[in-house]
């Protein structure tokens, strides 16, 4: 699959698929048969995992959708009500929580969609967690001596659900996994489900875009030995996941080599260009983060694109929902009078019953 088919220079996207494959800028493949006719047949359901660069990638995705005038959905239940009447293409979602398979292929029918999502480094992402949760900033020695206690974990995420981010946190966001639970079964069955529910795996390695919401704190050597060492007993199942895609990875970058290296200069290039370097800023005024400063001699042309590349996942979401309802072609407006002539259709099927 070609970097370019999905507007990079951002992140390298490797699918699980035969290298072999025919692929070409308005065809998607996958091993078993040609899955999405043209680009307009096309739809995008995103599962954002905790800590894996998601943000970044989600900054792409937002990209992708403002250049090709995709519908990006917000409420995923209404979603599903109207796909029972109409098939509604050329669409995308966000969804950052558990990942429910039913509800998803409601809202977005598998023959339609491309399902994909984001894996990382288990080990770092332990650490990234640890380090940036709020509620967890005097935790530190508690989850150090208790993170292999799996009930003592439960209890702790039962009271707070951020403990739930911590083993195995992509397999309990994917929904492989209850709160701070070990996988119990067979490595291949996980990832045969995996691969049924996913066309297109990410992993935070060879990062080429502009990383947008890049955590405040280095983990230490000492705690990076500490991960390390209780990893494959705290979070199995995502090593289990993370291992299978990093062979893959390490195959298809090798065949990346010269395109990986042309990415990373033009993210240099946008950075001089665009910024004035890294800046400390704040979500909801008091979670912190390093995001980039906007130059402000830009042109008109530079500045909006600059702004798009730099913007973080909140600032994307406010500025493609603002776009969308101004906008009859995203479908916000006749759809929402479908949802309406939907419900009041079922209420009144419901009181001729009653």
């Not at 072999?20 to 998607?28: A, R, V």
């Not at 909006?304 to 995203?330: A, G, P, Q």
Request: charged share 25%; glycine share 2%; proline share 1%.
């Amino acid at each position: 699959m070609s970097l370019k088919s999905i507007d990079c220079p951002k992140k390298n996207y490797f699918a699980d698929f035969n290298l072999n494959q025919e692929t070409s800028e308005n065809k998607w493949i996958d091993q078993n048969n040609k899955k999405f006719l043209s680009i307009q047949d096309f739809n995008v359901y995103f599962v954002k995992t905790h800590k894996t660069a998601s943000s970044a990638l989600q900054n792409v995705l937002i990209r992708l959708a403002d250049k090709r005038n995709m519908r990006v959905v917000n409420d995923l239940n209404k979603e599903s009500l109207l796909a029972q009447n109409k098939r509604l293409n050329n669409k995308i979602y966000f969804f950052h929580g558990r990942h429910d398979v039913k509800m998803a292929a409601k809202a977005f029918p598998r023959n339609h969609t491309l399902y994909m999502t984001i894996l990382r480094n288990p080990a770092d992402q332990l650490l990234s967690s640890i380090y940036y949760f709020s509620s967890l900033k005097d935790q530190k020695k508690n989850i150090f001596q208790n993170i292999q206690n799996e009930s003592a974990m439960k209890s702790l995420g039962k009271k707070n659900r951020v403990f739930c981010l911590l083993k195995n946190s992509a397999s309990y966001d994917l929904g492989y996994v209850g709160c701070a639970e070990s996988y119990t079964h067979s490595e291949k069955s996980l990832i045969e489900l995996f691969k049924e529910e996913f066309d297109l795996v990410i992993l935070t390695e060879d990062i080429v875009c502009l990383s947008v919401n890049q955590g405040t704190k280095r983990s230490e050597p000492k705690d990076r030995q500490w991960a390390e060492s209780v990893i494959s007993r705290v979070s199995n199942a995502d090593l289990i996941l993370y291992n299978y895609y990093l062979e893959k990875y390490k195959i298809l970058s090798k065949l990346l080599k010269n395109e990986l290296q042309n990415l990373k200069r033009l993210n240099e290039l946008y950075q001089n260009k665009c910024t004035d370097g890294r800046q400390k800023k704040f979500f909801y005024a008091n979670v912190p983060y390093i995001g980039y400063a906007l130059k402000t001699n830009l042109t008109a042309g530079y500045k909006d694109y600059c702004w798009k590349l730099t913007s973080t996942e909140l600032e994307m979401i406010d500025y493609i929902t603002k776009k969308s309802k101004n906008k009859v072609s995203f479908g916000f407006d006749f759809l929402h009078l479908d949802y309406l002539r939907f419900v009041r259709h079922q209420n009144n099927t419901q009181k001729k019953m009653f």
